[in-house]
Each structure stands twice: as structure tokens, then as C-alpha cells.
């Protein structure tokens, strides 16, 4: 990777993590990986109701409109968003 895009990226990730399934479930991802025996993939689903593969497929589209400069808006992710949700 280049070292330089790590942080920004991550901070793009987190913002779109957020803005798409609230503060509430992002902060319940870390109380679940810290209060139960569970796997990082498992308290994903638990608390955005997404797995980390379509997350990531997802967060790719995003990030690219971002380098883009023309981002998605808050209601595109937001479809996307209830397209991959785990049924």
C-alpha cells in the first residue's frame, strides 16, 4: 500500500461507516469484540447487519467516488447500504 493513503483512507472508511449505519452501531462493534468471545466479522454483522466482504465492497465504490471528488451522496450509500445488509 502506499503508506501515505492509510490514514486519510481510514478516515473516509469511518466517515462512511457512520454516516451509514450511525455512531451507535460503529461504537457496538468495539463493546462486542470487548465483552464477548467473537470474532471482528461477527460483531460487524451484529452490529451494522452487514459482513466485513460486502462492507469492503461497498466502502471500495465510496472511496473511489471520493478520489474521484465527486462522493456519493448520503442517500446512495445509504441504498447501497440496505442492498447488502445480511438477509
Known amino acids: 500500500p502506499n503508506w501515505g ?5 481510514g478516515a473516509i472508511a469511518n466517515e462512511a461507516l457512520v454516516a451509514a449505519v450511525g455512531f451507535k452501531a460503529t461504537k457496538q462493534i468495539y463493546v462486542e469484540l470487548a465483552t464477548n468471545q467473537t470474532t471482528y466479522d461477527q460483531a460487524f454483522i451484529r452490529a451494522t447487519g452487514l459482513n466485513v466482504s460486502k462492507w469492503t465492497e ?7 467516488s471520493v478520489k474521484k471528488n465527486s462522493p456519493w451522496t448520503l442517500q446512495y450509500l445509504l441504498d447501497e ?7
Open 81 to 87: 447500504v440496505a442492498k447488502k445488509k445480511v438477509s
Open 58 to 64: 461497498l466502502l471500495q465504490g465510496y472511496v473511489d
Open 5 to 9: 493513503d492509510v490514514y486519510p483512507l
